[in-house]
């Protein structure tokens, strides 16, 4: 099978997975383990996905084990959301106590294509230099480009009716744009009930102590009812906090302005600091567009600053009711450190 660029280079590797012809864009993640996570990540969605780790699916694929509300303990959605798999080099012989299958039989069964036998670095330091590419894999006819970023994605991936997941005494109003299982695990572990609801609903008429916008893939811009809601949250004075694209929808909803990264942050060890406190803690992260620093208006100032280019990490408002991350407090995989992010929101909504 073939990996072809938007530029003309091509590579030649072995398929491992399904041998469908699939077109999208191309980027690179630097984590070293997590890669079932990795890939049921609704933001991945439309991406075909370059893990520069060399050595992939020496532990497989773990069980599909549902925990409390249904939601796939080692997997942050339903099913594979990449369109496509690279990687330097594949390991057909895996080893792990919670391995049910390998990670080329998950591949077939989701019909999702993948190719071992390309050096992933010296693809990653194409796309570093040239910036994200759209690509395509396929065995002998080339498919037609897609550019995920022109539609909106979100409508795509997100559920089409509203449910609930978790008690407590506070219910958070989640628009999902293609939300992670884990951000919704935080929430029901700090004993919020989660009322999940599709990108574009309503929520004027609705039951809920706070509005939470989850993560998602693509242009934030493509979400202009999300931004619409999370704007009249904010007006009448909704504790509200957003993750990821959910950041860059707030930002959006207050007359800030985003812009696409030129191959964006995707990897388990991104370092952010708090630049009133100078505290710094390491992230997990993914997303290719980000919040302009410079276009705050009065009332919010930037909360984290990635140290590696010092772009935008999150913000929030003076009130401190409103609150967002660029990077994923929830990893899965990643650290721990800015789960404390969690506790903060539900501090708020109490308080409130």
């Known amino acids: 099978m073939k990996l072809k660029l938007e530029n003309g280079m091509t590579f ?23 890669y079932p996570e990795t890939m049921t990540d609704p933001s991945y969605y439309g991406q075909i996905l370059v893990l520069t780790y060399p050595l992939i699916g020496n532990y497989g694929v773990p069980e599909f084990n549902p925990q409390p509300w249904e939601l796939l303990r080692y997997f942050e959605s339903s099913g594979i959301k990449i369109s496509g798999l690279i990687v330097s080099e594949y390991s057909e012989h895996y080893s792990h106590w919670n391995a049910q299958q390998s990670l080329a039989e998950w591949l077939k069964k989701e ?10 670095r010296y693809l990653t330091q194409i796309l570093r230099e040239k910036g994200t590419m759209l690509g395509k894999i396929y065995c002998e006819d080339e498919p037609e480009t897609y550019d995920p970023n022109q539609f909106n994605l979100p409508a795509k991936i997100s559920v089409d009716e509203e449910v609930v997941y978790g008690r ?14 884990s951000i919704i695990s935080n929430f029901t572990e700090r004993e919020v009930e989660v009322l999940r609801l599709p990108w574009n609903a309503e929520v004027k008429d609705k039951d809920f102590d706070a509005l939470f916008i989850s993560n998602g893939p693509g242009d934030p811009k493509m979400c202009k009812e999300t931004i619409e809601t999370t704007r009249w949250a904010i007006e009448h004075d909704i504790p509200t906090l957003g993750i990821c694209l959910g950041h860059q929808i707030i930002a959006l909803a207050v007359d800030a ?11 388990q060890n991104q370092p952010v600091i708090d630049p009133r ?17 410079d276009t705050l208006p009065e009332g919010w100032e930037e909360w984290f600053v990635n140290l590696n280019d010092e772009t935008n990490e999150g913000i929030r408002h003076d009130s401190g009711k409103f609150l967002s991350t660029q990077f ?3 990893a899965g995989p990643g650290p721990s450190d800015a789960q404390f992010i969690f506790d903060k929101f539900v501090e708020v909504i109490t308080n409130n």
């Open 12 to 34: 030649q590797g072995k398929s491992f997975g399904s041998t469908r012809d699939i077109a999208g864009e191309v980027v690179f993640n630097t984590g070293m383990v997590g």
């Open 111 to 120: 019909n999702v294509p993948a190719i071992t036998g390309i050096d992933t």
């Open 168 to 181: 407590g005494k506070y219910r958070i109003a989640m628009l999902d744009c293609g939300c992670k299982n």
């Open 257 to 267: 302005d985003t812009y696409k990264l030129k191959y964006g942050h995707r990897s």
């Open 277 to 293: 406190t100078k505290k710094c803690i390491i992230t997990s992260q993914n997303h290719g567009f980000a919040v302009k620093r």
């Open 328 to 330: 994923h407090p929830e």
